[in-house]
């Protein structure tokens, strides 16, 4: 997910966190229905923004066609989720999505935002989304990675985690309750799983006309794309150059997530093994719906250089299709096998 500007590094790392859970944080004070009016009417505007332009006429007329509906709301988080509801009925979008913000003091308010050591502290809690690494028996390695981070230092976090199972046969990577998060681990993980560094999903962003005098906050989107190539970070002595690999996944299996498993299989790298992924393929940031609410608003389509295709909208399916619940056990016994039949070749000509 990416993240904008005027957003406060520390609320972008918060909803990160956050993201795969889908859910507001714990609500305070409720809001009267002129602060449902006002969010309702900065998220009519903040769509000019939205990278799937064509869809934006259908999302006015859903929310125009509930408007009332949505406001006869009393309680918050029914409010929001019926908000989101009507969101994805119309976009067909998982990452566009309203959130409630938490009310800040004014000490808050006022305070500076979170030095990067300080940043860097509050993310090392969790060791960076890194939940469980271990060997398993039959020399087979098993991480389990519950968020990507966007920190620089999730680097060095990978590097020490793998370094830990380094000679391992075979890798199995978690990744059922992974609801996406930022590039920088992406990056460094796809670094130790290939041999050398290969192309990412590319990202096309949208690019806006000078807004007009009377609305500083609009956009009104050019036909151009800003075009952002990516790649896996160059690492010195990946872990897992070669080794077979198995990543298991889920239904909540979501956007960052969901392209290493894309970008490992676009390269003949992994088995997926599991459910098919929640199909969320468009870069995000978080812009401001008034003072009690954000929404999280794609802002570029990524689309993949060898396939042509993404994972929007219909996920990431599996080789080996089996209940979440169950896909560790497959893996463990994939892997004990030597088993490579599941795994698949590159696709040949582009996927749409």
Partial sequence: MRRLPHRSPLKAMIIALMASTCASPALAEP??????????????????????????????????????????????????????????????????????????????????????????????????????????????AYVKLNRFSGHPDVAGAIDAVLAEISGARALIL????????????????????????IELATLYHRQCAPPPADRPDACVQLPERAVQRRWSDTVARPTFPSQPIFVLTSNATFSAAEELAYDLRAEGRATIIGETTGGGANPSGMMDAGPHFSVVMPLAEARHPRTGGNWEGVGVAPDVAVPADAALDVAVSLAAAGDKSARVSPPASPVR
């Fill in 174 to 197: 978690d990744l059922r309750g992974n609801g996406g998060g930022g590039e920088a681990a992406l990056n460094r993980l796809m670094g130790h799983l290939v041999p050398a560094p």
């Fill in 31 to 140: 809001l009267d229905r002129a602060d449902r009016v006002e969010a309702l009417d900065i998220l009519a505007r903040r769509l000019d923004h939205y990278v799937m332009a064509g869809r934006k006429p259908d999302i006015l007329a859903r929310l125009a066609a509930d408007r009332e509906v949505l406001l006869a709301l009393e309680d918050d988080e029914a409010f929001r989720a019926a908000v989101n509801r009507a969101l994805l009925g119309a976009s067909r979008d998982k990452h566009l999505q309203l959130w409630r913000e938490q009310p800040r003091s004014a000490d808050e308010a006022l305070s500076a935002p979170p030095s990067p050591d300080q940043m860097a502290e509050v993310e090392a809690r969790d060791r960076f989304g890194l939940a469980e690494v271990r060997l398993l028996e039959g020399d087979v």
